[in-house]
């Protein structure tokens, strides 16, 4: 367990808000990851980070953002929420890019 | 495109029995492959992986095979209990695991008492 803390793990919003999704990770992983889990989908990769203020987008990254100004927080922001956000918002770390640790998961309900 | 597919959304089993999870990929630069669990309301957790310079790992009552002609991944859970009930999903990644994971959108397992 890579001691990862996913704030909140639920929450509800209204459509147009801006949603900031928290991660923080006590391991100094390396990578940090952003997923969202939807039924036929899977895990579907957001945005991710290799390091402080460096990241890059994954394939569904349109409406998000993300920053990393310290190596243990990862944040995703939702810029103006639409219901097709509503999803289940996991966070991930790992040493090297084919290592992933998860968190347990955001619920993130949009209306 | 889907690059890990794993074609079965669901699959039940009676205990004690075989479960065999299948996973394709058609991406021939792959050549790592895991395999993760997870329960309902918790994120996934890694189960076993392989290497493509092998075509079997084992782990207690888990095992990968590989078959890199067939592009083609299969995990064997024997026997098979009540517990492992829960999604598996398949990934993968390129370059001796130096490339991000591209997962396949999961199983659902159902093993019956």
């Known amino acids: 367990d890579a001691g990862i803390t996913q704030s909140p793990r639920h929450k509800v919003t209204e459509t147009g808000t801006p949603v900031t999704l928290r991660c923080h990770q006590t391991?100094?992983?390396?990578?940090m990851y952003w997923y969202r889990q939807d039924p036929g989908h899977g895990l579907r990769l957001i945005h991710y980070?290799?390091?402080?203020?460096?990241?890059d987008k994954g394939e569904v990254s349109d409406g998000y953002s993300v920053s990393r100004s310290k190596t243990e927080d990862f944040l995703l922001t939702l810029e103006s929420a639409t219901s097709s956000q509503t999803s289940v918002y996991f966070c991930?770390?790992?040493?090297?890019?084919?290592?992933?640790?998860f968190g347990q998961g955001t619920r993130l309900t949009v209306v | 495109d889907q690059q890990v597919k794993q074609n079965s959304p669901s699959l039940s089993v009676q205990e004690g029995r075989i479960s065999i999870l299948n996973c394709d990929y058609t991406?021939?630069?792959?050549?790592?492959f895991l395999w993760y669990k997870k329960y309902p309301a918790e994120g996934p957790t890694f189960l076993i992986s392989?290497?493509?310079?092998?075509d079997k790992n084992e782990d207690g009552r888990f095992t990968v095979f590989l078959n890199k002609s067939a592009k083609h991944l299969s995990l064997h859970i024997v026997p098979s209990q009540p517990g492992d009930s829960a999604v598996y999903f398949c990934?993968?990644?390129?370059?001796?695991?130096?490339?991000?994971?591209?997962f396949g959108k999961g199983t659902k397992l159902t093993v019956n008492p």
């Open positions: 991930a770390t790992g040493q090297g890019l084919s290592e992933a640790f």
């Open positions: 391991e100094n992983h390396r990578y």
């Open positions: 980070s290799y390091g402080v203020k460096d990241t």
């Open positions: 991406n021939s630069m792959f050549d790592y």
């Open positions: 392989i290497s493509s310079i092998k």
């Open positions: 990934a993968a990644s390129a370059q001796g695991g130096s490339e991000k994971l591209v």
